[in-house]
T-cell receptor, first 111, second 113 residues
Framework: DAGITQSPRYKITETGRQVTLMCHQT?????MFWYRQDLGHGLRLIYY???????DKGEVPDGYVVSRSKTENFPLTLESATRSQTSVYFCASSLKAHEQYFGPGTRLTVT | GNSVTQMEGPVTLSEEAFLTINCTYTATGYPSLFWYVQYPGEGLQLLLKATKADDKGSNKGFEATYRKETTSFHLEKGSVQVSDSAVYFC????????????FGQGTTLQVKP
């Protein structure tokens, strides 16, 4: 199926562990984004990418690392997970600037 | 910088009632404006958009008009259904060609039968 997918959908990990959230899109969209959604904070941009090998920080990048070696993939890594990173994470992509299409989300719990 | 302010929720309506969710923005230049909807347990979906002043975006019975004079983009629907229960986000394009969107905090709509 074409579209944007995220994996895993649910993840429980322990404090200090490294965890990678995957995002894959089949549209060859140039732009990709990672957000976190928390009660009381709405959506906050973590990192974004305008093209393969081009990434930039968003509003809340600390504790996260991204890469984009291929246009279709944009993994997000938590280098050493903390409880404050418990959240729902959304990946999005867009062909042209601004009209973004979102994945189904990954619910991450850090214990 | 650019910002979006939405009315606080939750908004609770009876089925077939008229809906308005207010959204105002602050921006330099001429941003595009968007409404996204998030159903329970899902990601955000683009509901409608407007790219210039006086444009009206519409979809699934929802409408919003880009009002530059009042810097507003209020979402309206004439008759809501239980299936419209969701969280609604107003967003605007950030300046420059970064592709980034600036989102409001979201407004929860609950429609009761």
């Amino acid at each position: 199926d074409a579209g944007i997918t995220q994996s895993p959908r649910y993840k429980i990990t322990e404090t200090g562990r490294q965890v990678t959230l995957m995002c894959h899109q089949t549209w060859s969209h140039s732009y990709m984004f990672w957000y976190r959604q928390d009660l009381g904070h709405g959506l906050r941009l973590i990192y974004y990418s305008a093209a393969a090998d081009i990434t930039d920080k968003g509003e809340v990048p600390d504790g996260y690392v991204v890469s984009r070696s291929k246009t279709e993939n944009f993994p997000l890594t938590l280098e050493s997970a903390t409880r404050s990173q418990t959240s729902v994470y959304f990946c999005a992509s867009s062909l042209k600037a601004h009209e973004q299409y979102f994945g189904p989300g990954t619910r991450l719990t850090v214990t | 910088g650019n910002s979006v302010t939405q009315m606080e929720g939750p908004v609770t309506l009876s089925e077939e009632a008229f809906l308005t969710i207010n959204c105002t923005y602050t921006a330099t230049g001429y941003p595009s404006l968007f409404w996204y909807v998030q159903y329970p347990g899902e990601g955000l979906q683009l509901l409608l958009k407007a790219t210039k002043a006086d444009d009206k975006g519409s979809n699934k019975g929802f409408e919003a008009t880009y009002r530059k004079e009042t810097t507003s983009f209020h979402l309206e629907k004439g008759s809501v259904q239980v299936s419209d229960s969701a969280v609604y986000f107003c967003a605007l394009s950030s300046s420059g060609n970064t592709g980034k969107l600036i989102f409001g905090q979201g407004t929860t709509l609950q429609v009761k039968p």
